[in-house]
């Protein structure tokens, strides 16, 4: 298969590939993460084909910046979905009563109260560390009514967990 620019990119993948594998496993240490991001880097060298300098060794440095690129981007994901991830345990945590915790089972019921789609907001935000502008593209709705409805939905999840906190004080 060749491109626009006349680069052959299997030829090149098979060239380049060992050397950008070694790259991702010398930094991220897991090789399916390497391999995970080599992947992603051929389907971007793929994508943008046309881009591919002719000489070899200009493809290679080309390469290895889309490939820079990629862990770069890889990285923003991680720390995006850790910073999210600690705040709503935050959240969680200052729902909670210190006498009694809310078990994992309350959080499943009280998500389980919402409607479908704040239900999905939530989980895409929380668990899939998605930030509300992405979700909206993902569920194709507007940016303002994701983050109403998650808003809102926090809220009544906060109110839930507050009330069986209640109920199981009283108990």
Known sequence: MTSGSDVNL????????????NYFVRRVGDPADA????GDT??????RSRSIPEDADEA????????RKTLAGRRR??????????????ELTSARSSAEPASNDALHAALANLDPLDREIIRLVHWEGFAQEEVATTLKRPAGTIRSRYTRA??????????LRTGAERR
Not at 42 to 47: A, D
Not at 154 to 163: F, I, K, S, V
């Open 10 to 21: 299997e030829e090149l993948a098979e060239r380049l590939g060992p050397d950008l594998l």
């Open 154 to 163: 926090r809220a009544a999840l906060r109110t839930q967990l507050g009330e």
């Open 77 to 90: 994901t991680i720390r995006r979905r850790t910073a999210l991830q600690e705040r709503l345990r935050a």
């Open 35 to 38: 391999a995970d991001l080599l």
């Open 42 to 47: 051929l389907l971007v060298i793929c994508r």
């Open 60 to 67: 290679r440095l080309w390469a290895f910046g889309v490939a």
